[in-house]
């Protein structure tokens, strides 16, 4: 089975972590690149749209509150706790961020 993980950041989170602290969450990205995972970090520019039927409604920043969408991992594993525990301790999810993880 496939896992789409949305990781979104939390910027203090991140700021409040020492140098040793972020290169050790971003070797967790080697890690899973080297797994076979997709890993892609995204831009902080976004634009949100929701169809809303009679119109359409179209802002600039992230439409989850308060976090912004940091980038995303397809990783192929049998169970969902094999996800989990590839994705803790990942840069979103050490600094206070959040990884979403969707089954497809």
């Known amino acids: ?11 203090d989170g991140w700021a409040s972590l020492n140098d040793d602290e972020k290169s050790n969450v971003l070797a967790q990205d080697s890690v899973l690149r080297g797994s076979g995972a997709t890993v892609v970090a995204l831009r902080p520019q976004v634009t949100s749209v929701r ?29 969902v706790a094999t996800v989990v525990e590839l994705v803790a301790n990942t840069p979103c999810a050490r600094a206070k ?8």
């Not at 089975?1 to 910027?11: H, P, V």
């Not at 600039?60 to 594993?77: C, K, R, S, V």
């Not at 961020?97 to 497809?104: A, D, L, N, Q, T």
């Open 1 to 11: 089975m496939k896992f789409l993980c949305l990781a979104f950041e939390d910027k």
């Open 97 to 104: 961020g959040v990884i979403e993880i969707h089954p497809f």
């Open 51 to 79: 169809n809303c039927g009679k119109y359409l409604e179209v802002s600039d920043g992230p439409h989850q509150a308060g976090l912004a969408l940091a980038g995303f991992y397809i990783i192929e594993a049998e169970r």
